[in-house]
C-alpha cells in the first residue's frame, strides 16, 4: 500500500511555463484535495473533488486546474507558471462518511519553484 | 466561516519537559478537530482527532489532546518531550458533510534542546 503519492518532488520552472503535479491514491478513497503550504500560512486548500468526474474549487483556485477522470488520480495544472505559485503542494485523501471524510491522508509534498 | 489561530509561531523546550502547543478554533456547531505532524522535509502525519465524546483524546507517540468547547480550545500536550518530537504542528478544524476539505492553522515549530 503506498498510499498518496506525488510526482515530481521538487520542480524549477519559468515564468510563463505550465506543469502538471500528479497525485495518485490505491486506497480506493473517493475524496481528494489539494494544497499548498506556505511559511507563515499554514495549508490552504485549492481545489478539491467528491468522485470521479466531480470537483470544486477551495480557498486559493485561481492559476490551477483539475481533473478526476478516475477515483486512483487527481493531477493539478498550473496553466502560466507566476512566481507567486512557488510553494509546497500537497496532494491528500480521504474515504466517505461524515467523520471519515475528514481524516486525510497526505502525500509528501511537491516543492514548485517558478523563477 | 470557520478558522484556527496557533498563537505560537516557535517553541523551545528542553528534552524531558513537559508539552503544551495551545490551537484556539472558530465554529459555530460542534467542530471536528485534529493535530497533523510535519517533519523536515517530509508530509503531513496525522496525530490525533476529536470528532465527538471523550475530550480528552490520546494519539500517536504519546500526544493527547483536549477539547474544551468552553474556550474554544484543542491544546496538544506532551508530559515528557523526546528530541525526535522536534517538527512543525499543525491544528485543523473541519465539519461533518464536508468532504477533504480542512481548516489549518499557521503552524507552531517545536524546538527541542538536549
Known amino acids: 500500500n503506498a498510499g498518496v503519492t506525488q510526482t515530481p518532488k521538487f520542480q524549477v520552472l519559468k515564468t510563463g511555463q505550465s506543469m502538471t503535479l500528479q497525485c495518485a491514491q490505491d486506497m480506493n478513497h473517493e475524496y481528494m484535495s489539494w494544497y499548498r503550504q506556505d511559511p507563515g500560512m499554514g495549508l490552504r486548500l485549492i481545489h478539491y473533488?467528491?468522485?470521479?468526474?466531480?470537483?470544486d474549487q477551495g480557498e486559493v483556485p485561481n492559476g490551477y486546474n483539475v481533473s478526476r477522470s478516475t477515483t486512483e488520480d487527481f493531477p493539478l495544472r498550473l496553466l502560466s507558471a507566476a512566481p507567486s505559485q512557488t510553494s509546497v503542494y500537497f496532494c491528500?485523501?480521504?474515504?466517505?462518511?461524515?467523520?471519515?471524510?475528514?481524516?486525510?491522508?497526505f502525500g509528501a509534498g511537491s516543492r514548485l519553484t517558478v523563477l | 466561516a470557520q478558522s484556527v489561530t496557533q498563537p505560537d509561531i516557535h517553541i523551545t523546550v528542553s528534552e524531558g519537559a513537559s508539552l503544551e502547543l495551545r490551537c484556539n478554533y472558530s465554529y459555530g456547531a460542534t467542530p471536528y478537530l485534529f493535530w497533523y505532524v510535519q517533519s523536515p522535509g517530509q508530509g503531513l502525519q496525522l496525530l490525533l482527532k476529536y470528532f465527538s465524546g471523550d475530550t480528552l483524546v490520546q494519539g500517536i507517540k504519546g500526544f493527547e489532546a483536549e477539547f474544551k468547547r468552553s474556550q474554544s480550545s484543542f491544546n496538544l500536550r506532551k508530559p515528557s518531550v523526546h528530541w525526535s518530537d522536534a517538527a512543525e504542528y499543525f491544528c485543523a478544524v473541519g465539519r461533518a458533510g464536508t468532504a477533504s476539505k480542512l481548516t489549518f492553522g499557521t503552524g507552531t515549530r517545536l524546538q527541542v534542546t538536549l
Open positions: 473533488s467528491v468522485g470521479a468526474g466531480i470537483t
Open positions: 491528500a485523501s480521504s474515504p466517505t462518511g461524515l467523520q471519515g471524510a475528514n481524516v486525510l491522508t
